[in-house]
């Protein structure tokens, strides 16, 4: 018999092709009273029998009985589990915790987390579903506007650990989205306005979009839809509110459906983000998360104008938008520059000499995925702007 040489390693070094086409299949059902069908859109899509049910405590119990309700109607095994408010929603402990339920409770992977809340009740869920079992069902009802307009839509999941925010996670779609606008009678206002101050940023990322991706948007801006039915103030009955919900993620599906992980397109979404991360983290989050967006927002503009990508016109077209909606669009007084300086330019997490800056370019509606600014020149520019 031959005797067979002995394996050797050399030559081994190699490449293997596959497929990247992204299995993306994100659904998204939308309108007022679709919580009442949760538990009929739970069976079209096949999930098991038993569902684990997370909320967080101070979500009005009435959201809470229509969806247990629609649950049990489908005769659905459900393991109820409570949150704390806030982020320590997303952590460590809070994520085992769901682990060891569905444990104990004999989950497969045919079976479902079914997250209802904020942003984040979404990403704890989402985080637990994409890992238990290498990957359950997952259905998110998103409960603030921000987490209808951006949170929940997307695939982005994670919790905090102790040194930042939403630094463990990964990209995981749920099966559904089950987005009713009803549930924002209940929100308060300070909520409201924060996710309108994220929707403001759809406004401006528009053209972009439409010239990228699939969405095709209406003859009319969003800008100046925004100013003609929200002059009057933010409330949740503006009969306007669903279609502008139902616009947004439209965009923002369509965003995520060309560039599902962030490798360019996708970062259009983070126009007012740079600033904005940096404000949250020196109030120690004391400035609501759409507010910082909208003030980051303006500070973009600016800094398109002194670069010369934009006409001063541009920038004042902004203010007066968000002073229209009674937005804020100015850092507030008080904050101490050189700690916005150190979290916006020169962050440890950053690499390089530059930071990848999302900034509007020729009309607002337009932006440039590709420009770099030097951190010298973005801190010189942090403290210039804020000096009057
Ligand atoms: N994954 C993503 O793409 C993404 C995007 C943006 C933000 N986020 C995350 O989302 C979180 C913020 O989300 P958020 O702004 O929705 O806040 P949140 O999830 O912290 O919720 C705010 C509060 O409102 C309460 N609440 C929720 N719905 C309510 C309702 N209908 N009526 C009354 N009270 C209600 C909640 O119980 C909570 O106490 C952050 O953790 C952020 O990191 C994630």
Redesign the pocket.
């Known amino acids: 018999m031959r005797r067979h040489a002995k394996p050797s390693h050399k030559d081994q070094v190699y490449t293997m092709l596959l497929n990247s086409t992204t299995p993306l299949r994100t659904r998204v059902d939308f309108g007022p009273t679709v919580r009442h069908r949760t538990g009929d859109i739970l069976r079209q899509v096949e999930c098991g029998k038993r569902v684990l049910l997370l909320h967080?405590t101070?979500?009005?119990q009435k959201?809470l009985d229509d969806l247990r309700a629609s649950l049990d109607r489908q005769n659905f095994d459900v393991s109820l589990h409570t949150l704390p408010?806030?982020?320590e929603a997303?952590s460590l402990e809070q994520l085992t915790g769901c682990w060891e339920i569905m444990q104990s409770k004999e989950f497969t992977r045919a079976d479902s987390v079914v997250a209802i809340?904020?942003?984040?009740?979404?990403?704890l869920g989402g985080f637990c579903a994409a890992s238990y079992l290498r990957g359950i069902n997952l259905f998110l009802l998103p409960?603030?506007l921000?987490?209808q307009v951006?949170?929940s839509i997307?695939g982005?999941?994670g919790i905090n650990l102790r040194a930042g925010?939403?630094l463990a996670g990964s990209f995981y779609f749920p099966q559904s989205v089950i987005v009713d606008p009803e549930?924002?009678t209940?929100?308060?206002a300070r909520?409201f306005r924060?996710g309108m101050g994220e929707i403001v940023k759809y406004a401006f990322i528009e053209d972009t979009i439409a010239e990228s991706t699939d969405y095709k948007r209406s003859p009319a801006p969003l800008a100046r839809a925004l100013a003609d039915n929200f002059s009057a103030g933010l409330s949740a009955d503006n009969p306007f509110l669903a279609p502008l919900i139902s616009i947004c993620i439209q965009m923002k599906l369509a965003v995520v459906l060309k560039d599902p992980f962030e490798t360019r397109l996708r970062r259009c979404l983070n126009l007012g983000h740079t600033l904005g991360h940096g404000l949250e983290k020196v109030t120690s989050y004391g400035i609501s998360?759409g507010e910082a967006v909208t003030i980051g927002t303006v500070f973009a503009f600016k800094l398109a104008v002194s670069k010369g990508m934009i006409a001063e016109a541009e920038l004042q077209k902004v203010e007066h938008l968000l002073k229209t909606m009674q937005l804020p669009y100015d850092v507030p007084a008080g904050i101490d520059v050189e700690k916005l300086v150190q979290a916006v330019a020169f962050d440890k997490k950053r690499t390089g000499a530059g930071i990848k800056y999302v900034l509007p370019e020729k009309d607002s509606g337009k932006v440039s995925l590709d420009t770099t600014v030097p951190v010298d020149e973005l801190a010189d520019f942090i403290r210039a702007s804020l000096a009057h």
Do not use: I, R
């Open positions: 967080q101070s979500l009005p959201w408010d806030g982020e997303k809340g904020g942003g984040a009740v979404s990403d409960t603030t921000l987490a951006d949170a997307g982005k999941t925010k939403n549930f924002l209940t929100l308060p909520e924060s998360h």
